[in-house]
């Protein structure tokens, strides 16, 4: 099934590529999309259902399909699962709405999307065909079983969606472009060495870099080389999530890409890229150095919150800000897991709540960018008056991103808060807390600002007709993450527990 | 014979100082490549470990790679790009080939340092640790895009050599699928490049600057 889940969107990729005809393409994105979210919720289904299987889990000892013995590239652990859960729930909306998207962009080609440049858009294969493959290549860095493997998906998805942040073909996307492509790649270079860090580590065990032969050698690891491959790996996905200082790539590209593409990244990606880092922090709490790679977790992450909260006040481009919320968001994710305990739980929660929240942010300022031919947030006035769904969406997303209850944002908020509390960090609480006021006044600013006042009609302004297939999906994902702020059902709640015991989390 | 691989490693420590002082882009795009097709041949001498056949395929493969393919793209996006035909680098040459000497000094200090396995040959994880400062020292104070491949192509060379020195068995599989990486960036870049040149009529990086939260850019005017 792991296979079939890859193949489909691999091959669905290559075909894309060939399909001439605008319909039979974008049919065939929606229809891979929802395909592989049937198979995701078959795998997660087959998960739930089987008690033994999760028995075996809580042992320790991984899921696998392949027989015992039998070294697996790829096969799902809960947290993999998990993973793959929220990155093929995301690309189904997301399907949806680059359908319309891409309607909707053929009708205007070369229009003037930003009010500034006049450019032309990337072929649509090329675009779809790099979304699909971009899906096959999240998949398997989810399901990868060897550290090395892991790597080689995780640079396979900053190569493949480097085309699609270079959908508008002008200049500013093009250095968004370029950025994302350099740094994450040099990035991920470094991820490489922590690899071989990690190899170096277990030689005299022969451990080699199979994430589960390696979890049960964990203890007779080399330490202090252990220690180096935390390190080089961190900074190597770190820079790929978004933590920063390693986060400069991340503004740009979010704000220059299209928003389907924008949602995808900052809902998918980085949690693939978090992934990295929760795998060998698995390692290394098995071999005992929880504290020390616990610690530069929360460090990290917290001064990702704080590098959000500077940016936000003073920022001027609403997808910019929605990019450092993302950074906000990562490191509160990562302080969850460096904490441990019962903060894994929070941090899983946070990142399942924040993709789809996120997701419908972008999709929503998508519909923004449409209506008002502007990024700039000092340009977008009264926006319940041009577009009122759209603004209703837009004020509710802001809501629950900021982890306004009954946000599930604001429960993962405060499981992680719980958890600083009781493990007596309190300084930790008290600058957490702190930062997350100073993001939610910056926020407030931004969204009430644009939602409300009074709306000045530009010289050539059109009214507008909200495209109800850009703005459902969004409303879906908002739908959830309330959903799952009043309500965890306990298959899912099964799902994060296991998968919170993979990463050496309680609860 | 790791006489002779030792030579090797003192040949591409020697390449790290040339790309430091070569003013030359297609100079330095063939340096690079050098450096690439003899850490390739590298494993052949130190003859270690995996099977012979494998090892030559392996070795043909990257050759291949890194002696044909990237220098040909590069080369072509040179062509191409119709840019000035230095590194413009950001730092004088003497200043460039102090850091990269510093850097090796840094990378002797830190070899020592590691626990790491004994290694059979001299030198190589000092090497291997210079040739990746070498490369970001191209990233950051050249320039142009092109050198920023050339950076990025001389840390993978560095970590090639790393994991060679501390005898890391990959799977076939990974090395395989971590090259086809390699090389698919090498070739989303060098079309990124192309597009660059023409929607700025250069290859210059430092005139990437509109993107920014600063009062620079698109909103400071």
Same mark, same amino acid.
């Given at each position: ?5 890859? #193949? ?66 790829? *096969? ?11 990155? *093929? ?61 892991? +790597? ?16 508008? !073909? ?14 994450? *790649? ?27 032969? %390696? ?15 935390? #390190? ?83 920022? !001027? ?47 929503? =300022? ?11 947030? $000092?340009?977008?006035?009264?926006? +319940? ?88 999906? $969004? ?33 | ?17 040339? %790309?430091?002082?070569?003013? =030359? ?58 840019? !000035? ?6 730092? *004088? ?15 002797? +200090? ?112």
């Amino acid at each position: 099934m792991i296979m079939l889940m890859m #193949l489909l969107p691999l091959a669905a990729g290559a075909l894309a590529f060939m399909i001439t005809g605008d319909r039979p393409r974008r049919a065939l994105l929606l229809w891979t999309a929802r395909l592989h979210s049937l198979l995701t919720a078959l795998a997660v289904w087959d998960h739930a259902a089987g008690g033994a299987v999760s028995g075996f889990i809580s042992g320790g000892a991984p899921f696998r399909t392949a027989p015992p013995g039998a070294a697996a590239w790829f *096969s799902f652990d809960p947290l993999g699962l998990f993973f793959i859960a929220i990155t *093929s729930s995301l690309f189904l909306g997301a399907s949806h709405y680059a359908v319309s998207y891409l309607a909707a962009e053929k009708l205007g080609p070369g229009e003037k999307a930003d009010g500034a440049f006049v450019f032309n858009n990337e072929p649509e294969t090329v675009f779809t065909g790099c979304l699909l493959l971009f899906l096959a290549a999240m998949t398997a860095v989810t399901a990868s079983r060897h550290m090395g493997m892991l +790597w080689a998906s995780v640079e396979a998805t900053t190569l493949l969606s480097a085309p699609l942040i270079y959908f508008h !073909r002008h200049k500013r996307s093009l250095e968004a472009t370029w950025k994302y492509l350099l740094i994450c *790649s040099v990035g991920i270079a470094l991820a490489l060495m922590g690899n071989l860090f990690l190899g170096a580590a277990g030689l005299k065990t022969g451990a080699g870099l199979d994430l589960d032969t %390696l979890l049960i050698k964990a203890a007779l690891l080399n330490k202090p080389l252990l220690k180096a491959a935390f #390190l080089f790996l961190f900074v190597g996905y770190g820079t790929k999530m978004g933590l920063s200082p390693f986060h400069t790539w991340l503004p740009d590209a979010h704000s220059e890409a299209p928003a389907v593409v924008s949602a995808l990244l900052s809902g998918a990606l980085l949690n693939c890229a978090f992934l990295g880092i929760l795998r060998v922090n698995a390692v290394c709490a098995a071999a005992g150095l929880a504290d020390f790679t616990g610690g530069i977790l929360v460090l990290f992450g917290l001064f990702s919150i704080l590098t959000a909260a500077l940016f936000m006040l003073g920022q !001027r481009d609403y997808k910019r800000m929605l990019a450092y919320s993302s950074i906000e968001h990562m490191g509160i994710v990562a302080i969850g897991a460096g904490l441990g305990g019962a903060a894994v739980f929070g941090a899983l929660l946070g990142a399942l709540c924040h993709s789809l929240t996120k997701a419908g942010l972008f999709f929503t =300022s998508g519909v923004i960018l449409a209506a008002e031919k502007t990024k700039r947030i $000092a340009d977008v006035r009264g926006l +319940w008056r041009r577009a009122p769904s759209t603004a209703a969406l837009w004020l509710g997303g802001f809501f629950l991103i900021t982890g306004t209850p009954p946000s599930g944002i604001f429960l993962a908020k405060f499981i992680v808060l719980r958890e600083a509390v009781s493990l007596k960090h309190y300084g930790l609480a008290a600058a957490y807390l702190a930062f997350l006021a100073i993001l939610f006044a910056g926020m407030t600013r931004v969204f009430i600002s644009m939602t409300f006042g009074e709306h000045t009609p530009k010289p050539d302004e059109k009214p507008f007709e909200e495209p109800a297939g850009l703005l459902a999906p $969004a409303a879906f994902f908002f739908g959830c993450v309330i959903l799952l702020g009043l309500y965890i059902p306990g298959w899912l709640a099964e799902l994060m527990r296991a998968a919170a015991q993979n990463i050496g989390g309680k609860l | 014979m790791h006489t002779f691989a030792e030579l090797i490693i003192v040949f591409v420590i020697l390449m790290d100082l040339a %790309l430091a002082v070569t003013g =030359s882009l297609s100079t330095c795009i063939k340096l690079v490549a050098l450096q690439g097709v003899v850490a390739g041949v590298l494993p052949l001498l130190a003859g270690h470990g995996a099977p012979y056949v494998r090892a030559a395929l392996f070795a043909a493969v990257i050759v291949t790679l890194k002696g044909a393919v990237f220098p040909w793209l590069l080369m072509r996006a040179r062509d191409k790009s119709g840019a !000035r035909k230095d590194v413009e680098p950001l730092i *004088s040459y003497p200043a460039s080939i102090m850091l990269c000497l510093g850097a090796f000094i840094a990378s002797s +200090w830190m070899g020592s340092r590691l626990p790491l396995p004994e290694t059979e040959v001299a030198w190589i994880v000092p090497a291997s640790l210079a040739t990746v400062f070498t490369g970001f020292l191209l990233i950051t104070t050249r320039t142009k895009a092109i050198t920023q491949v050339l950076g990025y192509l001389v840390i993978e060379n560095g970590i090639y050599i790393f994991g060679l020195a501390l005898f890391v068995e990959q799977p076939m599989m990974v090395e395989l699928a971590i090259l086809l990486d390699v090389f698919v960036a090498v070739f989303v870049m060098g079309i990124a490049i192309f597009h660059i040149s023409r929607e700025f009529d250069h290859i210059d990086t430092a005139e990437l600057s509109e993107l920014s939260d600063w009062r620079r850019g698109e909103y400071g005017k």
